[in-house]
């Protein structure tokens, strides 16, 4: 069955640091999407990419943060300078349209020290 | 703006009873409603979705919701609880005019007793 692929499933940064999260969508999926959850807390839309553009982004989603589809393949976030209050699961997810559901990839645990 | 409310952050029920997770939503525009589910250490995963026609879906693993409009209501139901449900349950929603970005509640965490 496909799945999204996130990796890595762990990242520890120095606050500062710039880390970059990787992800591989489903394989004919148009729609992508990052979304992040801080632990105790809900599950929150960052930002949407369609068609080598962000479609939408919340407010969380500040100048420090990136998204890039370098390949076809990959879609990356950035974060530029990471902040403590970065540390959080980051999911990503794709579908196939755009009211579609969304699938999820197993996350990656950010921790900034 | 939409908004999603999951009354209970913990539910607790026996194995083998009803289980009955409370979500309710806010929504400017006919809404797209989804149950993720989300096992420990693990993403998240689809349950069921509500989109158009049937009011009443069913999803994986013997789980079931209504849309009730009347009450802005998507509650998700099993009629006999099984361990392997223990987990964390998300209501999302979407507007559907306005592309795919899910709005999540809180969630539910499930307690199974034996």
């Known amino acids: 069955e496909p799945e999204v692929t996130q990796t890595p499933s762990h990242q520890v940064t120095q606050m500062g640091q710039e880390v970059i999260l990787r992800c591989v969508p489903i394989?004919?999926?148009?729609?992508f999407y990052w979304y992040r959850q801080i632990l105790g807390q809900k599950v929150e839309f960052l930002v949407s990419?369609?068609?080598?553009?962000?479609?939408?982004k919340s407010e969380i989603f500040d100048d420090q943060f990136s998204v890039e589809r370098p390949d076809g393949s990959n879609f990356t976030l950035k974060i530029r300078s990471t902040k403590l209050e970065d540390s959080a699961m980051y999911f990503c997810?794709?579908?196939?349209?755009?009211?579609?559901?969304?699938?999820f990839g197993q996350g990656t645990r950010l921790t900034v020290v | 703006a939409q908004s999603v409310t999951q009354l209970g952050s913990h539910v607790s029920v026996s194995e083998g009873a009803l289980v009955l997770l409370r979500c309710n939503y806010s929504?400017?525009?006919?809404?797209?409603l989804f149950w993720y589910v989300q096992y420990p250490n693990q993403g998240l995963q689809l349950l069921l979705k509500?989109?158009?026609?049937?009011?009443l879906v069913k999803g994986i693993n013997g789980f079931e919701a209504e849309f009730k409009k009347s009450e802005t209501s998507f509650h998700l139901t099993k009629p006999s609880a099984h361990m392997s449900d223990a987990a964390e349950y998300f209501c999302?929603?979407?507007?559907?005019?306005?592309?795919?970005?899910?709005?999540f509640g809180a969630g539910t965490i499930l307690r199974v007793k034996s």
């Open positions: 997810a794709s579908s196939a349209q755009e009211v579609t559901e969304a699938f």
């Open positions: 394989s004919n999926h148009l729609y």
């Open positions: 990419f369609y068609n080598n553009e962000i479609s939408e």
């Open positions: 929504s400017s525009v006919p809404p797209y």
């Open positions: 509500y989109t158009t026609g049937a009011t």
């Open positions: 999302a929603v979407s507007e559907r005019e306005y592309g795919n970005k899910l709005v």
